[in-house]
């Protein structure tokens, strides 16, 4: 069926290829993170993460978000703590993962700058986890269970992914589509920023996380990632992740570059690390 010229297929390319190219990220201010975990707990619910079996530990647990609490390592009364939330920093250049894997099962949105994990295509060589800098991917050594109960809260916009696969943060997709499908019941093309927020920014008691489109350059998000106390860590790799942190201390923004998020679980950073 021709279309002003074009094909039905050619106009859809055409609109696809037309459409705004958003880069969503995140600002996450750690001087107000205060570590209680509420991210975390929210992540699951939203996304259908299954609650640990007895024969989990860190190491084979999942969970696509992780608080993790630095010390300075410091006297105790000149001692200082961060809690860093760490979860798939979205790498926008050489993405790892993407480049490593043999089955195609990761894919950035060219229109939303998201990293996304597809599960069926997913064959379990665990490449994408060891190439990941930040160590932010998780494999399913168990098929999920819930309880009974815990049924009743399963997210119905999100599929459990089986045993056998990866699987990592992704902004709350089931989110973006719910708001995408609400744009197209008002005949508008694109969403209203408001009715997309992943389910960890709208928990944080303390305003801590600012999600939004880093292409927008009057979005909030936009203008905190370029602040002087806003990084990135590991920057160093030139992986551009779309996750930016903020903290007007000068040993967390070091911990930032020399340590890696392996090493953040309950650790110490020395303060002389930042002096070389």
Same mark, same amino acid.
């Given at each position: 069926?021709?279309?002003? @010229?074009?094909?039905?297929?050619?106009?859809?390319?055409?609109?696809?290829?037309?459409?705004?190219?958003?880069? *969503?990220?995140?600002?996450?201010?750690?001087?107000?993170?205060?570590?209680?975990?509420?991210?975390?707990?929210?992540?699951?619910?939203?996304?259908?993460?299954? #609650?640990?079996?007895?024969?989990?530990?860190?190491? !084979?647990?999942?969970?696509?978000?992780?608080?993790?609490?630095?010390?300075?390592? /410091?006297?105790?009364?000149?001692?200082?703590?961060?809690?860093?939330?760490? +979860?798939?920093?979205?790498?926008?250049?050489?993405?790892?993962?993407?480049?490593?894997?043999?089955?195609?099962?990761?894919?950035?949105?060219?229109?939303?700058?998201?990293?996304?994990?597809? #599960?069926?295509?997913?064959?379990?060589?665990?490449?994408?986890?060891?190439?990941?800098?930040?160590?932010?991917?998780?494999?399913? *050594?168990?098929?999920?269970?819930?309880?009974?109960?815990?049924?009743?809260?399963?997210?119905?916009?999100?599929?459990?992914?089986?045993?056998?696969?990866?699987?990592?943060?992704?902004?709350?997709?089931?989110?973006?589509?719910?708001?995408?499908?609400?744009?197209?019941?008002?005949? !508008?093309?694109?969403?209203?920023? $408001? /009715? *997309?927020?992943?389910?960890?920014?709208?928990?944080?008691?303390?305003?801590?996380?600012?999600?939004?489109?880093? !292409?927008?350059?009057?979005?909030?998000?936009?203008?905190?990632? $370029?602040?002087?106390?806003? +990084?990135?860590?590991?920057?160093?790799?030139?992986?551009?992740?779309?996750?930016? *942190?903020?903290?007007?201390?000068?040993?967390?923004?070091?911990?930032? /570059?020399?340590?890696? #998020?392996?090493?953040?679980?309950?650790?110490?950073?020395?303060?002389?690390?930042?002096? @070389?």
């Amino acid at each position: 069926m021709a279309h002003h @010229g074009r094909t039905t297929s050619e106009s859809i390319i055409m609109e696809t290829m037309n459409e705004k190219k958003h880069k *969503y990220g995140m600002v996450i201010d750690l001087d107000k993170c205060n570590g209680c975990g509420a991210c975390t707990v929210a992540c699951a619910v939203e996304n259908n993460v299954p #609650p640990a079996v007895e024969k989990m530990n860190s190491r !084979n647990g999942i969970t696509w978000l992780r608080v993790s609490n630095v010390n300075q390592n /410091e006297s105790f009364t000149e001692n200082d703590t961060v809690f860093v939330p760490m +979860f798939c920093q979205q790498c926008e250049k050489e993405t790892p993962c993407l480049t490593v894997c043999p089955q195609n099962a990761v894919d950035i949105d060219p229109n939303t700058g998201i990293v996304g994990q597809i #599960p069926q295509r997913c064959l379990g060589c665990r490449y994408c986890m060891t190439a990941c800098p930040y160590h932010a991917r998780y494999f399913n *050594y168990w098929d999920p269970q819930w309880s009974d109960g815990m049924k009743q809260q399963l997210n119905p916009d999100v599929s459990p992914r089986m045993r056998g696969v990866v699987e990592k943060c992704n902004f709350c997709h089931g989110r973006l589509h719910a708001a995408k499908e609400k744009a197209a019941s008002m005949g !508008n093309r694109e969403i209203d920023p $408001k /009715e *997309y927020v992943p389910a960890c920014v709208e928990s944080c008691p303390n305003s801590a996380i600012t999600f939004g489109d880093l !292409n927008d350059q009057t979005s909030v998000v936009a203008q905190l990632s $370029k602040q002087g106390n806003a +990084f990135r860590f590991l920057s160093r790799l030139g992986t551009e992740p779309k996750v930016y *942190y903020h903290s007007t201390r000068e040993w967390v923004r070091a911990m930032a /570059e020399q340590k890696g #998020p392996h090493s953040l679980r309950d650790s110490q950073f020395s303060a002389e690390a930042i002096h @070389g």
